[in-house]
Every structure is written in C-alpha cells, then in structure tokens.
C-alpha cells in the first residue's frame, strides 16, 4: 500500500534527545507494502482508486471477542470492500479471495494491491478486501482522537482481536452471499502477511489457506535471525556499489566531526537543507539511515531507488570539491526529489497510522532490531530492550510483552511445528528486502512452501502488475497461483467426496 507509514517510532512522542545514543535503536523501521517517501500525506491514499466494481461497506463489529464484560458489547463500524464482478457464484461454490489489512488504511491498500484484482478472473472469485481495526476509517469509540487517546482505549488493539474482526467478517460476507462452502484464501503482506498466516493456522475452519507475502514473523524474542535486519540494507547497497557503500559508512563520523564543531549544527542544517534546525546530529543520522532503508526495502523497477541514490552519491560532480557530505545529501534528494528543504521528521509525524502502529510495537509487536556489528554500513547500536520497555512506559504507562506473539502463535521452532500441524499457506520473500531475515525461507511440508526471489523487495510479489515486470516475477506470481489452484482443485474434490453440496 502506499502507505501511512507505520514506523515503530519511539520519536513520535518522546521527545527527549538523550534517549539516543548514536543512530536508533527503539525503532523498528516500518513495516508496509509500498513506500511512501514521495508522496509525504499523513494518512491519505496516495491515488484514490476509482473502480466501479468495487462496493464499499461497514460491518457492526465487536470491539472485544475476548470477554464478555458490558464494555465488550460496544460495537465500532468495520469498512470492507467487495468486488464480486468475476465471482462464479454460490452454486459452484467458487473461491473467496480475501485481502486481511494491515497498519494502513484500506485506501491506499486499494489503490496498492495488484495480487486479488489480477486473478479474480481466473479463479472466478469473489475479492474482499478488509481494514484493520484502528486504521483508516475503522475507528473504535467514534473518532481517532477516542480511539487512540491512550491505553484504556488502544488496549482494543491488537492482532488477536483483529484475526477475530476478519473471522467474523468474512463469515458475514459468506452469509451473504449465501455460499456455506467457497473456499476463502487469506492475502496478507508485511505485518498484514503475518496476519494471514496467523489467521489460516488460528481459523482453519474459515480459510482454506493463505498467502504471506514478506510477512517476517520470525524476527520475534526468541526466534530472531542471526542476521537482522540491517544486514540485508549494508549488503544490498554494497552489492550495488561499493564506492556508495563505504562513503555512507563514513559518513556518520564526519556528520559527527561537523557536529561537534561551533555552530557545527547550524552547519549541517545548511548542508542538508533542513526544514527545521537540528537539535543534534542524531536528527541527521536517523533521517538517513531511514533513507536507506526504505531505499532498500523498496528498491524494484522501474526505477531502482537504490541505484538511483548511489548514483547520486557515487557521480563525480562537475564541481570537483564536492565533499563527502555533499554527496550523501544528493544521495537523499535522488530518493526524495528535490525539496525547498527536507523535514528531517518526515517518517515520525503522529499521524493516526503512525500513533496506532507505535502502539502495536509497545505492547506486542516487539521486534528486535538494531544495528549489529555485521551491519557495516552504520555505527554498532545493538536492540536495546531496557531502553526499548523505558520507552514504551513513558508514553503509554503499560510495558510491552515481548514475549506474547510467541506465546500466542508459537512461531519459534516453525519447522518442527509445522511440518504437522500446518498446511495450505504459501510464504513469499524477496532476499534483498530486509525484513526477509525474519521470513519463513524454506518448505516446511508440501503444503506450507517458500517461495522466493533473489531479487525481490518488500512485498513485490502482491502489489499491482507493472509493465516491464522481470520475468522472474511474473513466474513467481504464477507459481504462487497456481498452489493455490491446487488447494482449492483438492477441496472442491473433498466437497464432492464428502457428498457435501451447497
Ligand atoms: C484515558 O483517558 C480517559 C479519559 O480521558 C481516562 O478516564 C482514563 O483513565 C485514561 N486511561 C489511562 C490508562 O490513562
Ligand atoms: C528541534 O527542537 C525544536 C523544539 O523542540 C523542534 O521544533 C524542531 O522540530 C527540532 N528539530 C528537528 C530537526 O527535529
Ligand atoms: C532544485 O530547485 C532549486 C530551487 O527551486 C533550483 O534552483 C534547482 O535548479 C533545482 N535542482 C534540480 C536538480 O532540479
Ligand atoms: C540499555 O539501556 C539501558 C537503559 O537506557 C541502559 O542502562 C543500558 O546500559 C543499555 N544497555 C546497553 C548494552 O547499552
Ligand atoms: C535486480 O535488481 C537490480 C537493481 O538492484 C536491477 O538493476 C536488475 O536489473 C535486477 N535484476 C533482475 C533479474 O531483475
């Protein structure tokens, strides 16, 4: 999608400066489908699409499954949307496609996802696309200033309850239609991936399978990768060039050389056009290693975000006294175009996504990433919990429970679990994004397969078809579908096994 930037920001609300050692370390950096660095719009889509075929609605759902106290009965109005143009119908019991969302809102997933409008014909399904609780319009207690005023009412939010709002739903949407046995596929990316997968082990009885497209549900407490997160962001743009790699290894020194000198950071306020004048060199530090990142984690044609930085920082100037940090500000203006000045907190605004994300990442949403000694690229800053749990605390007055994802889904040990217990979900990643480091990359049985592709970022293989696609992901979003085929050709057998009709 394109995307509210859900950045895990410790930024947004605490202010204080100090906090910070070198580079971040109580970020997560953001999960999502699609980048948003050019077009810099709070919460907005970035294009409203305009599909005729596609029909709006609000479902009356349940702010808490879980209990059974008078609160829980509150309702809070769920925007879905339904494009039932290809549907074959209740009576060949033909398949539901449903797109689960994430931290975003269901405009710009919209206006982002390619994956259910491209095969909605060829599997004649119904598409479903649902938007997650707390996001977009799909507010508790009657507005984002309720909602998402503190814990008393963010408490609401979270992925168990938002599994059950998508139960609930797609059960409502099968009434409806009144089809008991459409088979529902689950197509879920990023966080919203993890969700997919999450549903189809959790809700077995309503999905026959599901599609996780980087979905890093790996990069847990106990199941963190070896290598995280940065790793793949210094390996990449080193793999594109070395010359870029190593003037944006040095330059964090000499941002801090030019820091430390008198009026050093009016200096780099000047050099890098800041929109605001920097409180310390951390403001530039954190602004670019997001820069590269996203670079990284959205890097897919046409145009390449990271070729076209390290263009910018790796060109001779005609001007031959270009220094270092020069460079690096042309290697940020390449991604974000050219701006009167930079806002340097262009990724922490408290929009409502980013307020309702960070949330999210204070209570369970607990990824570990930090910038480790493999990670090259940038200063060493390990994940620091402590700091991670102080911070949380402060702005919340709840400590997050790390621990919970893993207790409650039981991803460590995937391979033994679910070489058993699983079946029907395709795990999809691309090996140059990032966050592929915590993605499921190896078949785990004949039904719970990886797929993935060397050159792949966040998400590829979901968003919408592009002229001049590579080839090699036309042939995976094939191979993809056609698993899916093969679930539902089987299913459809086991109907007609079973002697089980409409
Ligand atoms: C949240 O705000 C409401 C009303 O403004 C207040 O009654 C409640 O105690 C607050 N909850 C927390 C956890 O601060
Ligand atoms: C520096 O601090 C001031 C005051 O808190 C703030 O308005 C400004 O945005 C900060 N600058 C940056 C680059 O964050
Ligand atoms: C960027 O904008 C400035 C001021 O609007 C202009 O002078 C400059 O030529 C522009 N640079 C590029 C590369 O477009
Ligand atoms: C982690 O953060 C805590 C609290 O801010 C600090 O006391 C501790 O020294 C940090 N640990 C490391 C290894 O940096
Ligand atoms: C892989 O990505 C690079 C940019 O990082 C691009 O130049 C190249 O064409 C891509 N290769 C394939 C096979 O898609």
């Not at 997560?28 to 889509?45: F, H, V, W, Y």
């Not at 395709?426 to 050159?455: C, H, M, Q």
Request: hydrophobic share 40%; proline share 6%.
């Amino acid at each position: 999608m394109s995307l509210p930037f859900p950045i895990l920001l410790l930024l947004i609300f605490s202010t204080s400066s100090s906090f910070f050692i070198t580079l971040a370390h109580c970020k997560i950096p953001r999960l999502g489908i699609s980048p948003k660095m050019l077009t810099n719009e709070p919460d907005a889509p970035t294009q409203k699409l305009n599909d005729p075929n596609l029909k709006m609605f609000y479902f009356n759902q349940n702010l808490d499954h879980f209990t059974f106290t008078p609160k829980s009965y509150m309702t809070f109005q769920q925007r879905y949307a339904i494009d039932s143009k290809h549907w074959a119908g209740a009576k060949d019991n033909a398949p539901i496609l449903a797109f689960l969302g994430e931290e975003s809102s269901l405009d710009s997933d919209l206006s982002a996802i390619g994956f259910l409008r491209d095969n909605g014909p060829r599997l004649k399904a119904l598409l479903v696309y649902i938007e997650h609780r707390y996001y977009g319009k799909t507010m508790p207690f009657g507005s984002a200033e309720e909602a998402l005023k503190n814990a008393s009412t963010l408490g609401y939010l979270n992925a168990a309850q938002a599994l059950a709002d998508y139960a609930a739903i797609l059960l409502h949407v099968k009434e409806k239609y009144s089809t008991k046995h459409s088979p529902i596929i689950v197509i879920g990316g990023s966080y919203g991936g993890m969700l997919a997968a999450w549903f189809r082990l959790k809700y077995p009885h309503i999905a026959l399978g599901a599609l996780a497209s980087s979905a890093p549900l790996l990069y847990f407490e106990d199941s963190r990768p070896k290598f995280g997160y940065y790793y793949i962001v210094t390996k990449v743009i080193k793999g594109t060039s070395e010359r870029c790699y190593n003037m944006i290894r040095k330059s964090w020194k000499e941002i801090d050389r030019v820091a430390a000198k008198p009026n050093g950071l009016l200096i780099l306020s000047k050099q890098f056009k800041t929109c605001a004048p920097l409180n310390g060199s951390f403001d530039i530090k954190d602004f670019l290693s997001t820069i590269y990142a996203e670079a990284v984690q959205y890097n897919r044609g046409p145009s390449y975000s990271v070729t076209n930085v390290c263009n910018a920082i790796d060109n001779n100037p005609p001007n031959r006294k270009k220094g270092l940090l020069d460079r690096i500000f042309a290697g940020a203006v390449a991604l974000l175009g050219n701006q009167s000045c930079y806002d340097t907190n262009m990724f922490a605004h408290p929009t409502n996504n980013n307020k309702a994300w960070r949330w999210q990442t204070c209570s369970e949403i607990v990824m570990p990433v930090g910038y480790d000694k493999q990670d090259t690229m940038f200063p060493t800053t390990p994940f620091n919990m402590t700091s991670y749990i102080e911070g949380c605390k402060a702005d919340y007055g709840v400590t997050p429970r790390p621990h919970w994802i893993t207790t409650y889904f039981g991803i460590q040990d995937v391979k033994l679990i679910l070489r058993k217990f699983g079946s029907n979900i395709i795990f999809s990643n691309g090996l140059a994004d990032p966050y592929s480091v915590g993605g499921v990359l190896e078949d785990i049985s004949d039904s719970v397969v990886a797929i993935k592709s060397n050159n792949g970022s966040h998400c590829q293989d979901i968003v919408m078809k592009r002229k001049g696609d590579p080839e090699w992901l036309v042939m995976q979003r094939d191979k993809e579908i056609k698993i899916i085929e093969s679930w539902i050709a089987t299913y459809q057998k086991d109907l007609r096994a079973l002697n089980i009709s409409i």
